[in-house]
């Protein structure tokens, strides 16, 4: 299935997306203020499947996981962008979250329909009909993206072994 596109610019910090004054709260309170500073409707709007794409370096500034763990809650495919903080891209990848750097991800626009193979490094318009190339994810994140993040994963792999 194809999800909608989410357009943001260049520089979108882990402030805009977990907000500073709604840290205290349960996070999945958090996700209804995501992104609300730059597209107010977001997270109201947003459904499971949809992606984000966005300029040059995703999710810069603090260290907190919850910038990363509200794009899941909020059921985010998959984040594409020429580049990515990177404590952010760590943790997108921690919980299950793919990050893309993709250089020609300006070249998609808001409110297109896409998919993305994350082996392939493969992104298909499905509004233009045209594909995109960007840098394919190695085996490994995509194996913690199977299990759900980096826990479920070890959990599979280490098995009883704690």
Known sequence: MAGRVWKFGDGV???VLAPGAYMKGPVSDLATHCLEAVRSEFAKEVKEGDYIVAGKNFGIGS?????????????????IAPSFGGIFYR???????????????ASIEDGQNITVETA?????NHTT?????????????????????????????????K
Do not use: F, M
Not at 63 to 78: D, F
């Open 91 to 105: 943790n997108a990848y921690n919980l299950g979250l793919p990050a893309l750097v993709c250089a020609d991800a």
């Open 13 to 15: 910090d882990t402030d």
């Open 120 to 124: 392939q490094g493969l992104i298909r």
């Open 129 to 161: 009909n045209l594909d995109l190339k960007c840098d394919a994810v190695p085996d490994h994140l995509n194996r913690i993206v199977e299990a759900g993040g980096l826990i479920p994963y070890l959990e599979q792999t280490l098995g009883g072994h």
């Open 63 to 79: 260290s907190r996981e919850q910038a990363a763990q509200v794009l899941v809650i909020l059921g985010i495919k998959a984040i």
